[in-house]
């Protein structure tokens, strides 16, 4: 207590200034005073304050709620009063994480990076020729090395801090992760832990760069790659998804009041697939194509290895799409099944439209189906109902076939694995039909006070409105046209820079003999 | 001493062989090869890209018989290799000048 009251009074001299040094003696008992009757009495919650913060555990709501009327009333560092807790008061549902949620969202973590290794790894793996299998490997294997790094340093913070109280990028209070322990953040969720829900979130920052590496498959520098996707952190994803899910987001419909676009994407339909999609796209023309494209045969060269990373793709998204409701909840379990069906339907689809219009039910056509699926629901998955995702099955499997099969051989660019058509065709679509599908009734969080009428007694984002009336759509559009400029021009930028700097291209030699022995020094197989 | 080299369909490798068997030829020498004829290839169609395939799997089977037997180890082959369709390969005969065991030393009609 002493000791504490001393180092009070240092901080207020400092602050001070020089010109009052006799301050420091005077300024002495008063912390002391002020600190000291309320110490020893901490007030006893009740039995039925403990028991209704257990039910804020089974309901996901604030367990401080429960204690509410215990608060004290306190002027903090600005000198603006505000209600906290007596100090020494202690509870064990207060500061910790629930076990049930805690437990859902790691194994939704390790499902995400599942996804990338080695799922995606092995989705776009089998679709290159065999001389570039590892060269695929090693950029999806790059991503999950480097953007932890980032993430670790600058990226969480950028994202979900918000102490530059801005719509576009977080803050910087988590710099290096400080602070970012195992207590809930009660900004996101009042139930998981703080660096679960951090992690959590890396492993959707790992993908979605990884994702891009499908449309310059065998055909780019290894340290280009990395280089452009550390920068494309920096300039696309941190700024985007920041704006998508913090809670002082510019699009964050359902968590900030303030939203200027009240747009809803539950798991990262924008964040996710627009960004690698369009950027995909952009970074593709401006690479070129690949040596021999349209004369040599480019055909997968295992199909096998592709069907294993789709099922890995599908497995994995469990966690990307139901864990995106950070709890294991009920709305949890509406975004696990319209997962199911949007992707099963997506797959079933495709497939019998090739068997119908070509002949053949192909596998590359059953994994692009199922990918499809998975992709346009993903904005979607917590927000519509199972008829919504059966819907969405079908959307996803007719509009992104039509581009891979046909758009995509008119326009003449090498989306080598169809990142574009897939991936921002299908974020779009998903973007775009979230807006049509959501339904209020799956998701609470649709009509909350964060989304009441601008003009209410309380005012909010108006979300709620625009779900119940429509509108929607157009809120979305809007949310898609920042998304796509954001992609766009940062990779333009980002991608004529190192064009100049340290060129794109390996030489053609190395081109020709394979990324695999000339950038790694390896071979993918030796039979 | 003649030799015969037989392109067939993969999936008539075992009867060939047997019905050689059957007439008393006791060895050969098989290969997968690839090739074309009037069969063509296949188009393999991977989303939006096609690609022909010009080759198609195919066995050779080699066999160096005596003259004697020649006659009847083609049309053996003929009988159980033919389908009736397009693709079902060709048969090649033409005239060794030597042959030799290398176990035994014995040349011409004596080693094969």
Redesign the interface.
């Known amino acids: 207590m002493a000791l504490a009251a001393c180092l009070a009074a240092l901080s207020l001299t400092s602050s001070q200034g020089q010109e009052t040094p006799p301050a420091a003696p005077q300024a002495k008992p008063a912390p002391a005073a002020a600190v000291a009757p309320e110490a020893p009495s901490a007030p006893e919650a009740t039995l039925e304050m403990r028991v209704n913060a257990l039910e804020a555990y089974l309901q996901n709501t604030n367990p401080e709620d429960a204690f509410k009327s215990l608060k004290v009333k306190k002027k903090n560092d600005k000198g603006e009063e505000e209600e906290v807790f007596p100090e020494g008061f202690k509870q064990s549902t207060l500061g910790v994480a629930g076990p049930g949620h805690n437990g859902w969202m790691m194994t939704s973590t390790a499902l995400v990076l599942f996804m990338t290794l080695p799922g995606l790894a092995l989705f776009y793996g089998g ?1 290159v020729r065999k001389k570039n299998v590892l060269s695929v490997l090693a950029q999806c294997l790059g991503c999950a090395g480097m953007v932890t790094l980032l993430w670790w340093a600058f990226g969480y913070s950028l994202v979900f801090g918000k102490n530059f109280a801005s719509p576009y990028l977080g803050g910087s209070e988590y710099f290096f992760m400080q602070g970012v322990d195992s207590a809930p953040n009660t900004d996101y969720s009042f139930w998981i832990s703080h660096n679960v829900f951090s992690m959590y979130q890396m492993m959707f920052a790992i993908i979605t760069p990884a994702l891009i590496v499908g449309a310059i498959a065998e055909r780019m520098k290894f340290t280009a790659v990395m280089t452009f996707i550390g920068a494309w952190m920096f300039l696309v994803y941190f700024p985007m998804a920041h704006m998508v899910w913090g809670v002082t987001g510019l699009m964050n419909g359902v968590w900030n009041k303030e939203a200027v676009i009240p747009a809803i994407d539950f798991a990262g339909g924008t964040v996710v697939h627009m960004t690698s999609g369009w950027s995909a796209l952009v970074l593709c023309m401006i690479l070129g194509k690949r040596a021999g494209f349209g004369k040599d ?4 060269h295992s199909m096998v290895l592709c069907m294993v990373g789709t099922g890995m793709l599908w497995v994995g998204w469990y966690g990307f799409n139901a864990g995106s409701a950070l709890a294991a909840d009920g709305v949890a379990a509406n975004a696990f099944t319209t997962t199911t069906l949007a992707a099963a339907t997506a797959s079933f689809v495709w497939a019998l439209m090739e068997r119908v219009l ?1 002949g ?1 039910a ?1 596998i ?2 059953f994994c ?1 189906g199922a990918v499809a699926g998975l992709v346009v629901i993903t904005p979607a998955c917590g927000f519509v109902n199972s008829t919504g995702a059966v819907l969405i099955g079908v959307a996803a499997a007719v509009v992104p076939y039509i581009f ?3 758009l ?2 008119k326009f003449g660019y090498d989306d080598a694995l ?1 990142t574009f ?1 897939v991936h921002a065709v299908g974020g779009t679509l998903g973007a775009v039909l979230t807006g049509f599908l959501a339904d209020k009734a799956v998701n609470a969080n649709l009509d909350t006070a964060v989304t009441a009428a601008k003009d209410a007694a309380e005012p909010g984002n108006g979300l709620a409105s625009l779900v119940a009336n429509g509108g929607l759509v157009g809120v979305q559009c809007k949310a898609i046209a920042l998304t796509l400029v954001i992609s766009i021009v940062a990779t333009l930028v980002i991608a004529l820079v190192l064009k100049a700097v340290m060129g794109l291209r390996p030489t053609a030699e190395v081109e020709d003999a394979g990324l695999d022995i000339s950038e790694h020094g390896e071979e993918g197989y030796l039979l | 001493m003649k030799k015969i080299e037989a392109i067939i369909k993969p999936f008539k490798l075992e009867e060939v062989k047997d019905a050689l068997a059957e007439i008393g030829v006791e060895g050969m020498t098989v290969t997968e090869v690839k090739g074309f004829g009037r069969q063509k290839g296949h188009t ?6 096609e ?1 022909t395939v010009d080759f198609l799997p195919k066995i050779k089977i080699e066999v160096v018989l005596t003259d004697a037997l020649v006659d009847q180890a083609v049309a053996a082959i003929v009988r159980a290799a033919k389908t009736g369709k397009i693709g079902d390969g060709k048969v090649f005969v033409s005239a060794v000048s030597e042959a030799v065991r290398i176990r035994t030393d014995e040349t011409g009609d004596r080693a094969v």
């Open positions: 679709l045969r480019m055909a997968p070509r053949h192909s590359l056509g692009s891979v099969m046909h995509k051989a169809d058509g | 393999e169609i991977y989303r939006g890209s690609y």
